[in-house]
């Protein structure tokens, strides 16, 4: 094979056809064990090491209590009331009772309407602060989040008061003829979503306002310079954009309206307990402690399930923006 020289003699190898495929180029990392390169790798394991102890924390203890209430669950209890553990699958059975499973579809239907109501309260409230709130953002933020710091016990007493028959809602819908005297909110199933609206409406104002400012604001000028309205551009456009923020927002207030108890104790009536009310009667006042561990066992399996709704729908919407 021919071979080409320089003028000092030296070869240079066979000519490089120029439609020939290049050969990659070296990898041009620093090797293993130069400064740069302990530093990198030193740096994911310093975060890991910062966050193992309070993972080890909050996963012990959710392991311990999850276990303590399953075991207890199979338990009995003794003529005095104290609970026993043991081997005993009547308390599961007991679940199957109909007025169990009434109780549990009505949580369930409370929570799935808690979300929706406050989905609707919180969209507009997150778009205008995002999108119009110019430089007063934060504070506006801060007006709706701080009020929130108050005892959760303490607001749901407040938001009687105002739901009362005598109270200043009922009192103003009299005057403008919305509502007579036989009208009432408290003790009834509107004033225990009413409560668990006020209640966790924040949680879904937060994640909205969150995604709504990462979201590319020129996507409702497209929108709307292909003659789309007002409410085609909010509907196509923004809730697309969001749902991300409104599913988490979801999450956030379904999980805690599930397991709500305060909510339809104060303003709802016998006939609107939830499964809450059942869990903290189980244990307090009706001192069978293994039959409120199996409610809790099937109320963590209701929320179980829609956690992973949601890490699947995650997941899937993950996948798509990746393409």
Request: glycine letters at 10%; one cysteine or more.
């Amino acid at each position: 094979m021919a071979t080409r020289s320089n003028r000092t003699g030296t070869a240079l190898g066979p000519p490089q056809d120029p439609a020939a495929p290049k050969t990659p180029a070296p990898d041009r990392k620093r090797p293993e064990g130069t400064p740069g390169t302990t530093a990198r790798t030193r740096q994911p394991r310093l975060w890991t090491w910062l966050l193992l102890p309070g993972t080890l924390w909050m996963t012990g203890f959710l392991v311990a209590s999850l276990l303590l209430v399953a075991t207890l669950a199979l338990g009995t209890t003794d003529p005095l009331g104290n609970p026993r553990f043991g081997l005993n699958f009547a308390n599961l059975t007991a679940l199957a009772d109909p007025a169990y499973s009434t109780v549990l579809l009505r949580s369930l239907g409370y929570a799935l309407i808690t979300c929706l109501i406050s989905l609707a309260v919180a969209y507009p409230v997150a778009y205008a602060i995002a999108l119009r709130g110019g430089r007063f953002k934060n504070l506006l933020i801060a007006a709706i989040v701080v009020p929130f710091f108050a005892n959760y016990l303490v607001r749901m007493y407040g938001w009687s008061v105002v739901l009362s028959d005598d109270g200043p809602l009922l009192r103003a819908l009299r005057a403008i003829g919305l509502a007579d005297g036989d009208t009432k909110i408290l003790q009834t199933g509107v004033g225990v979503v009413a409560g668990l609206v006020y209640g966790f409406v924040v949680f879904m104002i937060i994640p909205l306002y969150a995604a709504m400012e990462r979201m590319d604001t020129s996507l409702i000028e497209a929108g709307r310079d292909l003659y789309g309205g007002p409410l085609r551009t909010f509907l196509f456009v923004t809730v697309p954009a969001t749902r991300q923020g409104a599913a988490a927002g979801c999450v956030l207030v379904f999980l805690p309206a599930m397991g709500d108890f305060v909510s339809a104790q104060l303003m709802g009536g016998p006939d609107q307990i939830m499964i809450g009310n059942l869990i903290q009667d189980k244990f307090f006042q009706g001192q069978n402690w293994p039959l409120g561990s199996a409610l809790t066992m099937l109320l963590m399996a209701v929320l179980f399930l829609g956690m992973l709704g949601y890490l699947r729908r995650t997941r899937k919407d993950e996948a798509e923006a990746a393409r």
